[in-house]
């Protein structure tokens, strides 16, 4: 079946630091999209991305759909301890159910 | 207004026992989901709910039963719980199957 990996599982950055997590899929997707869980929060959606190659960014996030459609990254400029969380991908197969990634932890120190 | 809102919270109950936990949706969706998050914050989905189509997820024991009385709420019944059912499950929406999903706090399930 569908499986979409994500790395790495953890990741602590100084503050300021930049970040970047990867995600890669088994199969090709119709889409993939971001989300970010605050620790005893919700996961709230933050993107999908469609088209081969597509890149998206939203202030310090910057979001990559890669050109086969197996594979996505998101990476945050200059993190803040506000961006802690754990974000995850979630691929979408043609005319399947969204598959979540395992999520990649971010702590971030002052 | 919360977009998404399930209850209860927390729910703490004995194995055996059966229990349900309800959502709600305030944003005119016709999708909704159950999804389980294990102690490794692994997000999985357990049901969807597309214009009162019901899709199962065939790795869900059939003790888990979804019930939508309409559109707008979409409850989870669970019998006989066992000690491995113990997660959070989160209830989301999302304006069409599988597009931008809204999830709800979140309840705590504990079975000892």
């Known amino acids: 079946g569908q499986q979409v990996m994500q790395i790495p599982q953890y990741q602590h950055v100084q503050e300021g630091e930049d970040f970047t997590t990867y995600c890669n899929s088994s199969t090709t997707l119709s889409n993939i999209q971001w989300y970010k869980q605050r620790p005893g929060g919700h996961p709230v959606f933050l993107i999908q991305l469609v088209k081969s190659g597509e890149v998206k960014k939203q202030k310090r996030l910057t979001f990559q759909f890669g050109e086969a459609k197996k594979n996505s990254s998101l990476h945050i400029t200059a993190t803040q301890t506000t961006d802690v969380g754990t974000y995850f991908c979630a691929g979408q197969g043609y005319g399947n159910k969204l598959v979540f990634g395992a999520g990649t932890i971010l702590r971030v120190k002052s | 207004d919360t977009a998404v809102s399930q209850t209860p919270k927390y729910l703490v109950t004995q194995m055996g026992n059966d229990k349900s936990i309800k959502c709600e949706q305030n944003?005119?969706?016709?999708?909704m989901y159950w999804y389980k998050q294990d102690s490794k914050k692994f997000l999985k989905i357990m049901f969807s709910y597309n214009n009162k189509e019901l899709i199962i997820n065939e790795t869900v024991p059939n003790r888990f039963s979804p019930k939508s009385p309409d559109k707008a709420h979409l409850n989870l019944h669970i019998n006989s719980l066992e000690l491995g059912d113990s997660a959070v499950y989160f209830c989301?929406?999302?304006?069409?199957?599988?597009?931008?999903?809204?999830f709800g706090q979140g309840t705590r399930l504990t079975v000892v």
């Open positions: 989301a929406s999302s304006p069409g199957l599988y597009t931008e999903a809204f």
């Open positions: 944003l005119g969706h016709d999708t």
